[in-house]
C-alpha cells in the first residue's frame, strides 16, 4: 500500500488522458486512497489475529501466512482500483448529469406517503438496472443517494464499497444505509421506516440497491442504460 501511495503522488496533477481513464482526478482520488488504507488495515487486523494464534499454538507457523496476507492485500487493492475507475467514469457520464428535483425536494413537504410499487425483484426485469446491481452495488447506490441529496456520491461508494469486502463491518454498513435508504424513500414520498430497511438491506441488499435505483430513475424520468449512458424519458413540452 506505501508503494502504490508513493506511486500515486507521483501523478502528474494535470488534465487527464483517456487512457488513464481520470485516475488523476484530485477529488476522486483521497477516496481511493482511503478505501486502500482501510482495507489494508483490516486486512492488518487479521494478521495480529493469526500471529496471535500461532503465539498460542492454534496455528503452524509458516511462510505460507505471509504469502496469504499478501494476496489479500493485492486483492483489495485490485478490487478498490478497478471500482474506482468505474466510479469515476459512471460519475461523469451519469451521476453528474441527472436532473436535481429529486434532490430539491424537502421531507417536510411529503405528509402523504404511498406504498411502494415496485417489486424487491423488479430490477431483473430491466437488464441494465440487474448488471450494474449485481456487478457495480456499492456504486449504484451512491448514484441513488447522490441524486436525491441524501449522501455525496464518493462518501456513500467508499463507505458501500468498504462494507460489502469487509463482513467484519458488514453489520454496521448496513445501519448506515438502512439510514439513508429511509431518508430516500421520504424523500420520494413512500412509506419507509429504519427496521425494514435494515432487514431488507441486510438480506436482499443487491436487490434493494435495485429497486431503489429504477425508482430514482422513474421519479427523474430518465433511463440509464449500458454502458453508462442517460436518456431522458420525460413527455416533450407541449
Known sequence: ?????QALSRL???????????????????????ALLLSAACAGDVAAQEAMSVELG?????????????????????SAAITLCFAMHYKSNVVDKLPTTLADRSEADLFESRERERGLFDCCQSAPTCAYA????PTLAA???EASGVATFWLSCVMLWLGSTNPAIYCCTTCAKAHLSTKLK???GMQSSFPSEFCLNLCCFTCEVGRESL????ALEVEISCVNTVRSTAPPAP
Open 134 to 137: 449485481c456487478c457495480c452495488t
Open 143 to 145: 448514484k441513488n443517494f
Open 58 to 78: 492454534v496455528g503452524d507457523a509458516s511462510s505460507e501466512d505471509g504469502e496469504s496476507m499478501l494476496l489479500r492485500l493485492i486483492e483489495f487493492a485490485i
Open 1 to 5: 500500500v506505501a508503494i502504490l501511495t
Open 215 to 218: 425508482e430514482v430513475d422513474e
Open 186 to 188: 421520504r424523500k420520494m
Open 12 to 34: 502528474p496533477k494535470t488534465k487527464p488522458t483517456a487512457t488513464c481513464a481520470g485516475i488523476c482526478n484530485s477529488a476522486a482520488m483521497p477516496a481511493f486512497l482511503v
